[in-house]
């Protein structure tokens, strides 16, 4: 705490002198949930430590995130559940340090969560909760946290220099956990993937990544009356598929399966989506073809009826089951089970929830994060080519990475 205290009345922008160069064991670019966790890993372990936030608050992305009670791991995370160009890069970091020890953290500072689904934890009151126990671990750590610091330069010769807004600061080593590209209004930048050029590392093109599909207008136009209905589905692209809901949107396709699969969609591809994952539309047909049901309504006691309504006069028209031929139910059936549709785009950064790509695995170190041809510099959480699915995977990565290089630096 002490040293926290002095720091934050040093080289303040109020004329103070800013000549003078302050050294320590480790310097952290980056105040969100992985340089937290490396600067508590760190501190805990003797190590002088410094951590640089541009931004007038620390953990500000952690605090909007699953609706402002923090999904803050996932209980079934396994290596499979991440994408990157090296598929055995993050099986280290994840190995040795797992769900169940951040849920040890977070029951040690008696923090009430539960699991929502699928393995995904929340806290039960509030995400500040989350940014609460990482400050108060830098804290009793002795971590120096400098807030509302912009970074101008970074430079190396005996040791790393970074020159900021609040002056300069030198250190043995540098961890650079500055995030990636999306949700730029909370402040995102470049300055990661810089920092890895300037010193040769080469960077994976990055792209938004769990983030909404857009559609084109006249497929829109057709979708419009489905425009806010969820249904609950299988996405598939080539062997990815995913369980959960669809939405469908103004500008597209949103909902938990369409994020998961947008990471692995690329332009020009479709989508396969299977309205009906639980059960078989040719099976239900059969039994209700002698009936007087009208197609909608067979369809609208599986689906919501707003839905079931829309989509059937999207597709056909919709008259009693009887009055439809073999052939013609079974093409319905097969619409069901394979709706086809082709993306333009997606919303970009704006509404991406992470990024996809960044600094190349290859330059790193698994057990380590640190570069292999610059000792001393290290890359950890969004900011590196690791991306996890939705569900509380990448806060898992960022804590398993910034526990790698806590360690190691």
Known sequence: MALRLWLSGFNDPDGSDKSLTMTFDLIIIGGGAAGLFCAMTAGARGRKVLLLEHSPAVGRKILISG????????????????????????????????PLDFVDLVNRHRI????????????????????????AECAAANVGIRTSCQVREVSRTTHFCVETSYGRFESETLVVATGGLSIPRMGATDLGYRIASQFGLRIVPTRPALVPLTLPAGL????????????????????????????????????????????????????????????????????????????????????????????????????????????????????????????DGTE???????????????ELSSKTMEARHLPGLF???????????????????????????????
């Open 220 to 343: 829109l136009e057709q979708l419009a009356p489905l425009s806010g209905t969820s249904i609950d589905s299988t996405v598939t692209i080539g062997r990815q598929k995913f369980r959960e809901n669809t939405l469908v949107t103004h500008h597209g396709l949103s909902g938990p399966a369409i994020l998961q699969i947008s990471s692995y969609w690329s332009p020009g591809q479709s989508i396969h989506i299977d309205l009906l994952p639980d059960s078989n539309a040719n099976d239900v047909f059969e039994i209700e073809r002698s009936g007087a049901k009208e197609l909608k309504t067979i369809l609208a006691q599986l689906w919501p009826a707003r839905f079931a309504h829309a989509w059937t006069v999207m597709q056909t028209t919709s008259r009693p089951l009887r009055q439809f031929s073999p052939r013609e139910l079974r093409s319905i059936a097969e619409m069901i089970h394979d709706w086809q549709l082709t993306p």
């Open 348 to 362: 970009g950064y704006r509404k991406a929830e992470v990024t996809a790509g960044g600094v190349d695995t290859d």
């Open 112 to 135: 009430e969560h539960y699991e929502k689904k699928l393995g995904q934890l929340f806290c039960r009151d509030s995400a500040r909760q989350i940014v609460d126990l990482l400050l």
């Open 379 to 409: 890359f950890i959480g969004e900011v590196v080519d690791v991306t996890g699915h939705l569900g509380g995977y990448n806060f898992q990565w960022a804590w398993a990475s910034g526990f790698a290089a806590g360690n190691a630096v």
């Open 67 to 98: 609706g402002g009670r923090c999904n803050f791991t996932n209980i079934n995370a396994r290596p499979e559940n991440y994408i990157c160009r090296n598929p055995n890069f993050h099986k280290s970091a994840l190995a040795r340090f797992s």
